[in-house]
């Protein structure tokens, strides 16, 4: 649900984490290869683009060794999701390796709503189990995982996460969120 949001683009105005999506819709090779590129673009310290990604479509192997790495209640509404990807960094600085794969998954969720797609971020995961489920090499951190695809039936969702996805989007006062 939109809330009134002044002088910000329609691709964040217009952004949010559904929890509803829609089983029979499927992640297009050309939609998938436009979410990795909006990855790859992002700001990097030094460009060291220190992001490694895995793809996962709907039932394939690789989707399949992502979702039994999730918690349980995800679980419930996950497996509507067209695509999984997970999001990893490699070696170097920990913190700024997350910093920027966060900031390359920001690009992936804005440029997955550009695409009329929707994108919900999980960072619930077991990531030892995710590692060696994709045999990642050592060194690589899975992080997150992101659920896309296109917006289904909230109605189709138990009734905890319908009410939850129904409810009005809510974010702190900006006042709030500035430290001095």
């Known amino acids: 649900m939109l809330c009134h949001m ?8 217009f952004r949010w984490s559904p929890r ?30 220190p992001w490694r990604f895995a793809l996962g479509h709907r039932h394939d192997e690789t989707w399949k060794r992502i979702l039994v790495n999730l918690p349980e209640g995800d679980q419930r509404w996950v497996p509507h999701a067209a695509a999984l990807v997970v999001g990893a960094h490699t ?19 804005v440029q997955a709503t550009a695409l009329g797609l929707h994108a919900h971020q999980l960072t619930r995961l077991d990531r030892a189990g995710l590692a060696t489920e994709l045999d990642l090499a050592a060194g690589v951190r899975p992080l997150v995982v992101v659920a896309i695809g296109r917006l289904g039936d909230p109605s189709a969702l138990p009734e905890d996460l319908r009410d939850r996805e129904t409810a009005l989007r809510r974010r702190r006062p900006l006042a709030t969120l500035l430290l001095a």
């Not at 002044?6 to 105005?13: E, M, N, Y």
């Not at 089983?23 to 909006?38: Q, R, V």
């Not at 070696?91 to 969720?109: F, I, K, M, N, S």
């Open 20 to 49: 509803a999506f829609d089983p029979a819709a499927e992640l297009t090779g050309d939609e998938a290869t436009s979410l990795l590129e909006a990855a790859r673009w992002a700001p990097s310290a030094g460009n060291a683009q």
């Open 91 to 109: 070696g170097g600085d920990p913190e700024r390796a997350a910093y920027d794969l966060g900031q390359a998954v920001a690009h992936l969720t």
């Open 6 to 13: 002044p002088d910000l683009t329609p691709l964040l105005a």
